[in-house]
């Protein structure tokens, strides 16, 4: 699995023209989930990314995690993150995960992150939706998060 976080102000997803979802202060996670992924790969996933030290203490160094700043987080599913670009000018997809699967473990990798900062703190996208995501990064600071199998 691949989590692609940006620090964010804000952040909203919209589908179809109506807000679905927003944040404030936060991060934003691009999820993706590759042919072999598992249950663990999410559960190690979602510990990481809440421990991710990307905001900064009064000091001014990146020392702090979401949950030290009382951050939220918005998971949107990206498949795209496996696109592979090393032939042609077309990405090949063929090490995502098929929908089924992939949506199994986006809902792990949801629900491990709901039990680290609370359900109250955590939105999402919608599996498979055509979405509008509108965000302010905050820095801007993004990192790039792999699971142990990847």
């Known amino acids: 699995m691949k989590a692609l976080i940006q620090r964010v102000r804000r952040c909203s997803v919209t589908i179809g023209g109506v807000e679905h979802s927003s944040i404030g ?3 934003l996670i691009l999820l993706g989930v590759k042919q072999d992924d598992k249950e663990e790969d999410s559960s190690y ?3 990481r ?3 991710l030290r990307i905001f900064e203490d009064p000091q001014g160094k990146m020392n ?3 949950r030290d700043v009382a951050g939220a987080a918005m998971i949107v599913s990206q498949f795209t993150l496996y696109g592979d670009t090393t032939r042609g000018n077309r990405p090949s997809y063929s090490t995502a995960a098929p929908p089924d699967s992939a949506e199994r473990l986006y809902e792990s990798f949801v629900s491990h992150l709901r039990s680290l900062l609370g359900n109250e703190k955590v939105a999402t996208g919608v599996f498979r939706a055509m979405m509008d995501v509108e965000l302010i990064n905050d820095g801007p600071v993004t990192v790039m998060v792999e699971s142990k199998s990847t």
């Open 25 to 27: 202060q936060g991060m």
């Open 45 to 47: 996933l979602a510990e």
């Open 49 to 51: 990314c809440a421990a």
């Open 64 to 66: 702090l995690s979401v």
